[in-house]
């Protein structure tokens, strides 16, 4: 689930950027959006695929990128990420969890979720820029539907996890490997969940075989097909694995 916005606090975030061009500015307000609703609240650490998605086509463009990522992004398990956002990402996550739970048993959200400190603008030079994606991950596999595989991992074994139909797992893990040249192994995995959730119940010779699931690139299929609307008629809570993507291939 993609949550529809994270809050700024403008005066905050002058005093944090009032030394970028308006270039270098807007280069870090795109790439904030960016990791906002990419799974994980995180990109690949992958210099082109970046430049595409925050469409910086210009060499002027692609070094304000850089220059954005060098001073307010953090590296790390081959993903670049803004530390305060992910923090932003959790917090916005659990108060959309328990609206949720406490609206479907009739209730209200309680006290226990008020702001407890003040909330600090997104690049703060005061943090550890070494800030790990450890408990993010965690969070994110306990709390959000999409997952995201344990440190140190292709996330091949976390992908086979969630196969509803466990056949051929070498064959798999090949295949695996080749859509990792595609996309990101949470946009493959969380594919999977969709696909998992999409054939309860079936008869497993319906069911695909992982490697050819993933041969076929089924990871942007729409499982929902009576779902006929298009990412631009859907709050982002709502998009699928494929509307993201068609979100990307637009924003081109």
């Known amino acids: 689930m993609s949550l529809p916005y994270f809050r700024l606090y403008p005066t905050d975030y002058e005093a944090d950027t009032a030394h970028l061009s308006i270039l270098e500015d807007g280069a870090y307000s795109r790439l904030l959006r960016l990791c906002w609703v990419t799974p994980g609240c995180s990109l690949p650490d992958d210099e082109e695929w970046i430049f595409r998605r925050a469409r910086a086509h210009s060499?002027?463009?692609?070094?304000?990128?850089?220059?954005v990522i060098s001073e307010f992004f953090a590296r790390e398990n081959h993903r670049v990420f803004q530390k305060r956002?992910?923090?932003?990402?959790?917090h916005a996550d659990a108060r959309h969890r328990s609206a949720r739970e406490n609206g479907s048993k009739g209730g209200r959200p309680t006290g226990a979720l008020k702001t407890k400190e003040k909330t600090k603008s997104y690049g703060l030079a005061d943090e550890n820029p070494n800030h790990k994606l450890k408990k993010a991950n965690q969070n994110q596999n306990q709390n959000h539907n999409t997952p995201l595989p344990p440190r140190g991992d292709d996330g091949f074994e976390f992908f086979w996890s969630k196969v509803p139909r466990k056949i051929a797992k070498g064959g798999a893990r090949k295949a695996f490997k080749a859509a990792l040249k595609?996309?990101?192994?949470?946009?493959?995995?969380?594919?999977?969940?969709?696909?998992?959730?999409s054939v309860k119940g079936k008869d497993p010779?319906?069911?695909a075989h992982p490697s050819t699931w993933l041969n076929q690139e089924r990871w942007s299929d729409d499982v929902s097909p009576s779902d006929t609307r298009t990412w631009r008629d859907k709050p982002e809570s709502e998009w699928t694995n494929k509307d993201r993507t068609q979100w990307a291939k637009a924003m081109l």
Request: hydrophobic letters at 30%; glycine letters at 2%.
């Open 59 to 67: 060499e002027e463009e692609r070094q304000a990128v850089r220059t």
């Open 85 to 90: 956002l992910v923090q932003e990402f959790e």
């Open 205 to 207: 010779q319906y069911i």
């Open 182 to 197: 595609k996309a990101s192994s949470e946009q493959i995995t969380q594919g999977m969940v969709d696909y998992a959730e």
